[in-house]
């Protein structure tokens, strides 16, 4: 049972356009929502988060949009570039339901290939 | 450097025999997990450990095994290969469990181990 829906599976922009990457979760628990970034022969890295009570957070051209009411997400990538070319994965997390020092498991979309051309 | 390593990198082997991936991480984390990355199916998590001589299950154990001697090691053992069990593996870490205290701790991942069983 995939609790995070990612879409597309492959994405394909010219340099300096706006990548878009969208998720949707069934879980209402979950209040953590990662974005990770994978390049070829690595491991992923956490590239931005966001917690339920913001509906926008960006970090440099990195933006995470929010829609609790939608249940989804999207990574918009501004002014993409040939290096932003990598695997990217959503994820989320219910962080509150943890608590203690008990584990919070996260759940990872299927992923999207972003190719961008120079 | 802190990073987490994994060896092999690469390994090819037979249905039947015994195998163990090893990682090791440096960073003094306390949480370690395994995960398996297949396309379409994102990343899907085996065993996690929250200390040394704590484990549990993931979403996918069946077919593997873990153990946490030392902090710093957890490895993942395959006692008996079968070819759905080729894949991509990463090891983790982070200072502790996510949702310990709800904060969330960022994962770091190893750089993989491509494993394929004929």
């Known amino acids: 049972q995939q609790q995070v829906k990612q879409s597309p599976q492959s994405l394909i922009v010219q340099k300096g356009g706006i990548s878009i990457i969208n998720c949707a979760y069934e879980?209402?628990?979950?209040?953590?929502f990662p974005w990770y970034q994978q390049f070829p022969g690595k491991g992923p890295a956490l590239l931005i988060a966001?917690?339920?009570?913001?509906s926008e957070k960006k970090e440099g051209r990195f933006t995470i949009s929010f829609n609790k009411s939608a249940k989804q997400f999207s990574l918009h990538i501004m002014d993409s570039q040939p290096g932003d070319s990598a695997t990217y994965f959503c994820?989320?997390?219910?962080?509150?339901?943890?608590?203690?020092?008990?584990?919070?498991?996260?759940?990872f979309g299927q992923g999207t290939i972003l190719t961008v051309h120079p | 450097e802190a990073q987490v390593t994994q060896n092999p990198r690469y390994l090819i082997t037979v249905t039947g025999k015994k195998l163990t991936v090893t990682c090791s991480q440096n960073?003094?984390?306390?949480?370690m997990s395994w995960y398996r990355q297949d396309p379409g199916l994102g990343l899907r998590q085996i065993y996690y450990?929250?200390?040394?001589?704590?484990?549990d299950k993931g979403d996918v154990p069946e077919g593997y095994k873990v153990s946490r001697k030392e902090k710093r090691n957890f490895p993942l053992i395959l006692e008996s290969p079968s070819p759905n069990q080729t894949s991509l593996y990463f090891c983790?870490?982070?200072?502790?469990?996510?949702?310990?205290?709800?904060?969330?701790?960022?994962?770091?991942f190893g750089p993989g181990t491509r494993l394929t069983v004929t």
């Open positions: 983790a870490s982070s200072l502790y469990g996510l949702g310990v205290q709800g904060l969330a701790y960022e994962q770091y």
């Open positions: 879980n209402t628990a979950f209040d953590y």
């Open positions: 966001i917690r339920p009570d913001v």
């Open positions: 994820a989320a997390s219910s962080l509150a339901n943890a608590g203690g020092t008990s584990y919070g498991k996260l759940t």
């Open positions: 960073m003094n984390h306390e949480y």
């Open positions: 450990s929250m200390n040394v001589e704590v484990t």
